[in-house]
């Protein structure tokens, strides 16, 4: 039997992406689930109660056998689920490099050594107790992290040329400029990655938990 994953979209234009791509089923009852980004902040309970109810779909995951992704947003749902804060630091935007966290390879998910990811962000987490830090960055450090039956990652591996252009239309002229150019130098590194980290969390099983 196939995987089966279904994701939690949060706006329109925040969507799996390449992730989608993989053609694997969503269901209910999926095995695998998947938070996608959002311009809401996770401590913005009071005027979207949605928030503390998908916290609590991830902290009810592990007990249910199932494994969760979660993306910019979601990765920041997974901080909060499990007890960590999320508050504003600086805004991240457009491609970036990161560096995998040297005592990270042992863990089941493949990260490079260094490799650029593309940000969209004005909040950060700290990583809850018992989590496993996996990728920094020099601005954010915290960027990709995995505790129990979760993997979170604070950028945007699922992103097309498509939804970069639609999401730099509210950026400054500077900012669409800088993204123009470098696009087309890490676009394809990017999407090499997302379908390695897609293949990773769709095999991903209780034995690889570190």
């Known amino acids: 039997m196939e995987p089966r994953i279904l994701a939690f979209r949060h706006v329109p234009n925040e969507w799996l992406g390449l992730f989608e791509t993989n053609e694997v089923p969503r269901n209910v009852n999926a095995p695998r689930l998947v938070f996608l980004g959002g311009p809401m902040s996770v401590n ?39 007890g960590a804060k999320v508050y504003r630091f600086v805004n991240e935007t457009g491609w970036h490099p990161l560096t995998r966290e040297r005592d990270a390879t042992g863990v ?27 990728a ?16 979170g990652i604070q950028f945007h591996l699922e992103l097309t040329g498509e939804m970069i252009t639609d999401w730099s239309k509210s950026l400054t002229h500077y900012q669409r400029e800088k993204i123009g150019r470098e696009t087309p130098r890490f676009l394809a590194e990017s999407n090499r990655l997302c379908r390695m980290v897609a293949e990773d969390f769709i095999w991903w099983r209780k034995k690889h938990i570190p």
């Open 108 to 134: 089941f998910f493949r990260f490079p050594d260094r490799f650029p990811v593309f940000q969209l962000h004005g909040e950060t987490f700290g990583i809850p107790y018992g989590g496993r830090l996996l």
């Open 136 to 151: 920094r960055g020099a601005n954010v450090r915290n960027q990709a992290f995995v505790i129990k039956n979760a993997l």
């Open 44 to 82: 913005d309970e009071a005027e979207f109660p949605w928030l503390a109810q998908k916290k609590e779909v991830i902290r009810r995951s592990a007990k249910a056998g199932q494994k969760v992704l979660g993306i910019c947003l979601g990765a920041q749902l997974i901080a909060a689920a499990y």
